[in-house]
């Protein structure tokens, strides 16, 4: 009996690490290369240190997912955590925790290059490669030659910089770009901990988004799930949308738009996102414009219209009760139903999920832990919730965005006729229709 017993578990652990993806377990080489100069002072360094132990704690360490190095650096670089020499989180905490503070200049070019040469290069891993720097003051060598040596090896540089005494030319010549996105300022140490969670959800949008969507000036990360489950090969109709002449598609009952999820998320998704969709339909029944689901057929997410009662629900994983489902039946949602073009957008977190319709937001409601996604099922749109029977609808756009910020630069300018809040056409809508 125990040895029946001891075998199921093995089981479930193998299956739950196998197939359960998403930041904490996205294969990643993450290095840090800390700033040990005499103007950080060994009480700063200790908060750094804390920092770093805070920020591994969000990931699962081990030669399969999350390996952390770390290099610290001052006149010279010094090795102090390889790639791969913790399996563990605990043993890697301990590592960090003993780190004792070095002193001296600031060499920050000299660091990049020996954590390209003596890290990244040497790991076996073909996977997402990531260093993120922290430095307090201007290096005392050239940066740009071993940023760019990194970056052409593949490796996403992050630049974080601590106080006054730091350039910003710097900095952007160290991470990539967009700056926006790649380079952070905070005022002194004890305020790093302010960008915890916002390098933590960096972070893992480099691990689980390796694709970019093209919109207006600029590229997101995030997931085309139109591109991702071939609708411009299964789907025959095409729509044309005045004035933003964009083009939209006409499901019919006949069109199976499923795919595997590993195909479409290989990695999970991000602890955060946006998502977004923009449809009309006749539908009166419920139905799941978008879902994903276990191998045996089992909802994880899913964005739920139900036309008997003219709500809309959301469905995502809880580390309570394997799935939570929160509704929003707000009196504005019933505008979904009235057979004319919409957008919906909703702005999920590890806190909350806040629904928005047609640049409107609608309403936020609080949200359990998830857990990451099994990415052996199946990714579906247009489905009857519970069977395998596609929805008769119209879709123009369906989209995973991995940064939250997305959600205050995404408009409804594909909605034929969209009124800004101003109550006239949007001149932004224009723009965005000429870059693209």
Same mark, same amino acid.
Request: proline residues 4%; charged residues 25%.
């Given at each position: 009996?125990?040895?029946?017993?001891?075998?199921?578990?093995?089981?479930?652990?193998?299956?739950?690490?196998?197939?359960?993806?998403?930041?904490?377990?996205?294969?990643?080489?993450?290095?840090?290369?800390?700033?040990?100069?005499?103007?950080?002072?060994?009480?700063?360094?200790?908060?750094?240190?804390?920092?770093?132990?805070?920020?591994?704690?969000?990931?699962?360490?081990?030669?399969?997912?999350?390996?952390?190095?770390?290099?610290?650096?001052?006149?010279?670089?010094?090795?102090?955590?390889?790639?791969?020499?913790?399996?563990?989180?605990?043993?890697?905490?301990?590592?960090?925790?003993?780190?004792?503070?070095?002193?001296?200049?600031?060499?920050?070019?000299?660091?990049?290059?020996?954590?390209?040469?003596?890290?990244?290069?040497?790991?076996?891993?073909?996977?997402?490669?990531?260093?993120?720097?922290?430095?307090?003051?201007?290096?005392?060598?050239?940066?740009?030659?071993?940023?760019?040596?990194?970056?052409?090896?593949?490796?996403?540089?992050?630049?974080?910089?601590?106080?006054?005494?730091?350039?910003?030319?710097?900095?952007?010549?160290?991470?990539?770009?967009?700056?926006?996105?790649?380079?952070?300022?905070?005022?002194?140490?004890?305020?790093?901990?302010?960008?915890?969670?916002?390098?933590?959800?960096?972070?893992?949008?480099?691990?689980?988004?390796?694709?970019?969507?093209?919109?207006?000036?600029?590229?997101?990360?995030?997931?085309?799930?139109?591109?991702?489950?071939?609708?411009?090969?299964?789907?025959?109709?095409?729509?044309?949308?005045?004035?933003? @002449?964009?083009?939209?598609? #006409?499901? %019919?009952? $006949?069109? /199976?738009?499923?795919? =595997?999820?590993?195909?479409?998320? !290989? *990695?999970?998704?991000?602890?955060?996102?946006?998502?977004?969709?923009?449809?009309?339909?006749?539908?009166?029944?419920?139905?799941?414009?978008?879902?994903?689901?276990?191998?045996?057929?089992?909802?994880?997410?899913?964005?739920?219209?139900?036309?008997?009662?003219?709500?809309?629900?959301?469905?995502?994983?809880?580390?309570?009760?394997?799935?939570?489902?929160?509704?929003?039946?707000?009196?504005?949602?019933?505008?979904?139903?009235?057979?004319?073009?919409?957008?919906?957008?909703?702005?999920?977190?590890?806190?909350?999920?806040?629904?928005?319709?047609?640049?409107?937001?609608?309403?936020?409601?609080?949200?359990?832990?998830?857990?990451?996604?099994?990415?052996?099922?199946?990714?579906?749109?247009? @489905?009857?919730?519970?069977? #395998?029977? %596609?929805? $008769?609808? /119209?879709?123009?756009? =369906?989209?995973?965005?991995?940064? !939250? *910020?997305?959600?205050?630069?995404?408009?409804?300018?594909?909605?034929?006729?969209?009124?800004?809040?101003?109550?006239?056409?949007?001149?932004?809508?224009?723009?965005?229709?000429?870059?693209?």
């Amino acid at each position: 009996m125990c040895v029946c017993i001891c075998v199921y578990i093995y089981i479930y652990i193998f299956f739950f690490f196998c197939f359960v993806l998403g930041c904490r377990t996205a294969p990643t080489d993450l290095v840090f290369i800390l700033d040990g100069s005499y103007s950080v002072g060994p009480e700063n360094f200790e908060i750094v240190k804390k920092w770093l132990v805070n920020i591994s704690n969000n990931f699962d360490i081990g030669p399969k997912f999350i390996q952390v190095g770390v290099v610290q650096y001052s006149d010279y670089p010094v090795l102090e955590i390889p790639l791969g020499s913790h399996h563990s989180g605990e043993n890697l905490m301990e590592a960090v925790e003993s780190l004792h503070y070095l002193g001296g200049n600031t060499r920050t070019g000299k660091a990049i290059q020996f954590a390209l040469d003596h890290l990244f290069a040497k790991s076996p891993r073909f996977l997402t490669k990531i260093a993120v720097v922290l430095t307090d003051g201007k290096s005392q060598d050239e940066v740009k030659d071993a940023a760019e040596a990194a970056r052409d090896n593949r490796i996403t540089l992050f630049a974080i910089g601590v106080g006054s005494e730091t350039e910003d030319a710097e900095l952007r010549a160290i991470a990539n770009k967009p700056s926006s996105t790649y380079v952070f300022y905070v005022e002194d140490y004890i305020a790093i901990s302010k960008i915890r969670e916002i390098i933590k959800q960096k972070l893992c949008e480099e691990s689980v988004c390796p694709t970019r969507i093209p919109v207006a000036a600029r590229d997101e990360k995030g997931f085309d799930i139109l591109l991702g489950l071939g609708v411009k090969k299964k789907v025959k109709k095409r729509i044309q949308l005045s004035p933003t @002449k964009t083009k939209a598609y #006409e499901v %019919t009952s $006949q069109v /199976d738009l499923s795919e =595997l999820t590993s195909h479409v998320f !290989p *990695e999970g998704l991000p602890p955060s996102y946006v998502y977004v969709s923009t449809q009309r339909f006749k539908v009166k029944k419920k139905w799941d414009l978008w879902r994903i689901v276990t191998i045996d057929g089992r909802p994880q997410i899913a964005v739920t219209l139900n036309g008997a009662e003219k709500t809309l629900s959301f469905t995502t994983t809880s580390i309570m009760n394997g799935t939570q489902v929160v509704v929003f039946a707000e009196s504005d949602v019933k505008t979904l139903f009235d057979e004319s073009w919409h957008q919906i957008r909703l702005l999920v977190t590890e806190m909350d999920v806040t629904l928005y319709i047609d640049d409107q937001q609608i309403k936020s409601k609080p949200l359990h832990p998830v857990l990451g996604i099994y990415v052996s099922g199946q990714t579906q749109i247009g @489905k009857y919730s519970g069977k #395998e029977e %596609t929805v $008769q609808f /119209d879709v123009q756009k =369906l989209r995973i965005y991995c940064d !939250p *910020e997305q959600n205050n630069r995404e408009t409804a300018c594909e909605i034929p006729g969209f009124v800004s809040t101003t109550g006239s056409l949007s001149s932004i809508c224009f723009s965005t229709v000429r870059t693209n």
